[in-house]
């Protein structure tokens, strides 16, 4: 992901020594695939000297202490290893992987690129639900555009959200305009302090008909109310057969802002990274 390729950007650019540990290989049944990333450096640190994670376990303790002894040698040589996860480690895992160590320089950021976004999120609303969704999703290597009318609400959560995702903050006054500048395929989240705004977006959305995924939060009955509305308007019953409301993960109980956010980005995942399950 893009925020660890940051953390190696500024660990180069401390002078902090440190090697850079991949998942060049991967067959069968591992932890996680080829081009999976960790950088260790000395644990006397902080933070433990690691950034990062190729899947955990006995695997990754034994890679830990490997890229340690070459540090502790001062050997900048690439090296690859291959690991037959059974035979070698005894893990439960059938596959195996191949292991590359090399120093983190200036060559290793050239050679690791960047993450492309999963996909790109229009989330309208910078309320409480709104706020927590986008921390939520800060982690993942996302482009978001975070709308609302309301500056102040921006104002009020000026620090900024950690993570990978490409974050742009939208304050204008007719938010409804910004859907035409969505892409193609894009996923929407529609959750304003207003159900006429919410009413006026959605259906904007629904006119354009080419989204990936489009939730409005609130009950049955609010959609219910919502697609009376639209069908009266003309809009395309196989557009309005694809709203999602309520949004989230059915069966997740809680109407903390954290719980629904946690339930709409798992359902985000389902429906636009596929991929990524």
Do not use: N
Not at 6 to 18: K, M, S
Not at 102 to 115: E, G, I, K, T
Not at 226 to 234: L, M, S
């Amino acid at each position: 992901m893009d925020a660890l390729r940051r953390t190696a950007e500024a660990w180069l650019a401390a002078g902090r020594p440190a090697v850079l540990v991949e998942v060049s290989a991967a067959q069968g049944s591992v932890p996680r695939g080829a081009g999976t990333r960790m950088l260790v450096a000395a644990a006397d640190a902080p933070d433990g000297g690691l950034a990062g994670t190729i899947g955990g376990g006995h695997l990754e303790l034994k890679a830990i202490a490997q890229a340690r002894e070459r540090l502790a040698r001062g050997d900048t040589a690439p090296a690859s290893v291959h690991v037959p996860l059974g035979p070698a480690l005894g893990q439960c895992c059938g596959g195996a992987v191949t292991l590359a160590f090399a120093p983190l320089d200036a060559a290793a950021l050239v050679r690791w690129p960047r993450a492309a976004p999963w996909f790109h999120l229009q989330l309208y609303g910078a309320g409480h639900v709104g706020r927590a969704i986008v921390q939520a999703l800060a982690p993942l290597p996302l482009r978001i555009d975070w709308i609302d009318e309301r500056e102040d609400e921006f104002a009020r959560h000026a620090a900024p959200v950690a993570g990978a995702a490409e974050l742009r903050r939208v304050c204008v006054d007719a938010v409804e305009a910004e859907v035409r500048l969505a892409p193609p395929g894009a996923a929407y989240l529609v959750l304003t302090h207003e159900h006429d705004l919410d009413l006026r977006i959605t259906e904007a959305i629904l006119r354009r008909g080419d989204f990936a995924y489009l939730g409005l939060i609130g009950s049955k009955t609010k959609r219910a109310r919502f697609v009376h509305r639209f069908e009266a308007r003309g809009v395309d019953p196989a557009a309005i057969d694809r709203l999602t409301c309520p949004i989230g993960v059915p069966g997740i109980a809680g109407q903390e802002p954290e719980v629904i956010a946690l339930a709409v980005a798992a359902q985000l995942l389902q429906r636009c990274a596929p991929g990524r399950r």
